[in-house]
């Protein structure tokens, strides 16, 4: 049974930085493309970022494209999330998300962590 669990989130100013992580088991976590995605209410889960297997290609919103870093590191089984020149509208719960396949739909979920950023 795949588990996610992510942590790292909070308050921070606008113009600051947080770093998300992302600890994965029950999965063979190199093989497995992983993303994050946030959520505020009233909208839809939305896609930040996303990274295939370690050494693979990742892929950004372009609303966060220069200012976010995905990263990975598959010996401890975590994924990451670093958010530099952080604005108002990041303000989300962010979502860790995993799939087996780049071209299967996510399939495995975090329970999500609010980051909330003040102007």
């Known amino acids: 049974q795949v588990r996610l669990v992510e942590s790292g989130g909070g308050l921070a100013q606008a113009g600051g930085s947080l770093r998300l992580s992302c600890a994965a088991s029950?999965?063979?976590?190199?093989?497995?493309?992983m993303a994050w995605f946030r959520q505020t209410p009233g909208k839809r889960r939305g896609f930040v970022a996303s990274?295939?297997?370690?050494?693979?290609?990742?892929a950004y919103a372009d609303s966060v494209r220069g200012r976010f870093a995905i990263s990975r590191n598959d010996a401890n089984n975590t994924l990451y999330l670093q958010m530099n020149s952080l604005k108002p509208e990041d303000t989300a719960v962010y979502y860790c998300a995993a799939k087996e396949t780049p071209r299967s739909d996510y399939d495995s979920w975090g329970q999500g962590t609010q980051v909330t950023v003040s102007s």
């Open positions: 990274i295939i297997r370690s050494g693979g290609s990742t």
């Open positions: 029950g999965l063979t976590f190199s093989t497995y493309t």
